[in-house]
């Protein structure tokens, strides 16, 4: 219980410290959900379906909190399932639902995955780069004693 305590008021302090950062903690979640909101709708747009921006986001705040109930790895299409039933029951046809849906995780889930892919294979080349130059002067400071 102590260690709680501890971590709590370290936080109020942190907090204290640096205000904007906690407002950008509590912020930038927001943001993002907003951000899919639009690219949810942009797919839609694309497919000439033009659904209120109320049932979009609707529907994808179902279709997130259904995954947090669904426990099949990866979502295993649950996402799409709900997305496209909670926007069938506002209205939208079957075939242009389940469309938007799957080309929303198209564009939403893979190209963040490759550019993450590539970041993630730079941040290691850079590693290994660092870990080489600190070997090679501990090895001169090794040999110079």
Sequence with gaps: MRWFLDEYHEGKATIRRSPGAFYRMVGLPYLTIACDVVALYVVFVALDVF?????????F????AGLAVVSVPGGGGSFEVILSASLTSRGLDKAQA?????????VAFWPPAFVSLFLFAQFRRRTREIRAV???????????R
Excluded at 51 to 59: E, I, L, T
């Design 61 to 64: 705040v179902l279709a997130m």
């Design 98 to 106: 389940i469309a938007g849906a799957i080309l929303y995780r198209i």
């Design 134 to 144: 600190t070997a090679e002067a501990r090895r001169r400071e090794a040999r110079a």
């Design 51 to 59: 659904p209120s921006v109320w049932v979009a986001f609707m529907g």
